[in-house]
């Protein structure tokens, strides 16, 4: 259809909104990876699918055995001129997150579109105001300690510009997606929360 579909950013990140070390994430959790393939993956109309829009960098460290994600359309925003970017089946490619956006409203077999980064792709897309929802799973170390990061996102102008919301805010907007029972999750030496932070 013409209307323009929604725009979700999924992300998870530490206290101090890092997001990464190195170009990869600094742990390992399996059940955050599980909602983060359901949440991008479920329609609620089954002859759709969603897209997931990523940096050329993050598609770098997503493992090669899963990549693209299967069952959602992969578009991946690079720098470089698309006339010499060799074609990858199931992939597409653009120069700009606006760019990404217009095609993929284009295209009416395209039912939500979610931006999963890194760091550049998410504060260009939150700054631009394209984005009005976040996915973001909140992750502390459950001993306290410090974890190095080096990519971060903007955490002053998202909790200027967007409130959290509560957790039937959250259960009503990710609709058949298992978010636990439990509010914080434990998995290895890591406890989480899945939040939505909307735009004020
Ligand atoms: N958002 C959240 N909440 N958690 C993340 O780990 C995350 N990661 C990225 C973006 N947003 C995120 C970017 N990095 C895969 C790997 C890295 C990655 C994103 C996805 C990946 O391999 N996903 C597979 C599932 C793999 C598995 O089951 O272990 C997929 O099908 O989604």
Known sequence: S????????????????GIGLKGTLPWKLSKEMKYFRSVTSITTDPSKQNAVIMGRRTWDSIPVKFRPLPKRMNVIITRQDLSTVKPIEGVKFEN?????????AGLPEIEKIFIIGGGEVYNLSVSSGLVDNLLITEIKHSKGEDVEMDTFLDKDYILGNFDKVGRDGLLDFIGEVDAGEEVTVKEGDFEYEFALYKRK
Not at 2 to 17: G, N, Q
């Open 96 to 104: 700009s997150i606006e760019g990404a956006v217009k095609m993929l």
């Open 2 to 17: 013409s209307s323009k579909p929604v725009l979700v950013i999924v992300a998870a990140l530490l206290p101090t909104f």
